[in-house]
């Protein structure tokens, strides 16, 4: 079990934005390629994300690797919201499983990005896939760490 801490503006905005866009994606990038998991938000405050291959094959039997929960309960008073992040299957590094759940939140939190997944969820037909991950690849290699900052930071 890991967790982090969002602003509060940034969990509500997580959580509703995630109730009208429940799926996306999400790469992880290793030295030899990158498998995609799928995430699945489930209200309030859930998010389940299973191997995309697995999930294509049957939605109902793919197994979470990682789950994490965005609760804001004191968003309003604190202005937090606090992040629970579980990683169950060890065949992902909880760095691996924490970078997945960090970009998932700034895809959901961020205007600039969450365009991607609203064109996932409403209009699959402009989501650009290949596009997407090399962006995200990018991302990866940039953020080495996994907190955002680069490992010489």
Request: one cysteine or more; hydrophobic letters at 35%.
């Amino acid at each position: 079990m890991d967790g982090t801490v969002i602003d509060g503006k940034t969990a509500k905005s997580v959580l509703s934005r995630a109730a009208l866009c429940p799926f996306f994606i999400q790469p992880i990038f290793r030295e030899d390629g990158y498998f995609t998991l799928v995430s699945q938000f489930q209200s309030p405050s859930h998010f389940l994300l299973a191997y995309l291959e697995d999930y294509k094959m049957d939605p109902a039997r793919a197994q979470p690797l990682i789950t994490f929960s965005v609760f804001d309960d004191l968003a309003d008073e604190f202005d937090i919201g606090l992040v629970r992040v579980d990683v169950i299957n060890k065949g992902i590094e909880d760095d691996e499983g924490l970078r997945c759940v960090n970009s998932l939140l700034d895809a959901y939190g961020k205007d600039e990005l969450f365009t991607n997944i609203h064109a996932f969820n409403k209009k699959p037909e402009s989501f650009d896939f290949d596009d997407y991950i090399a962006q995200q690849n990018q991302k990866w290699k940039e953020n080495r760490n996994g907190d955002g900052k680069n490992a010489d930071e």
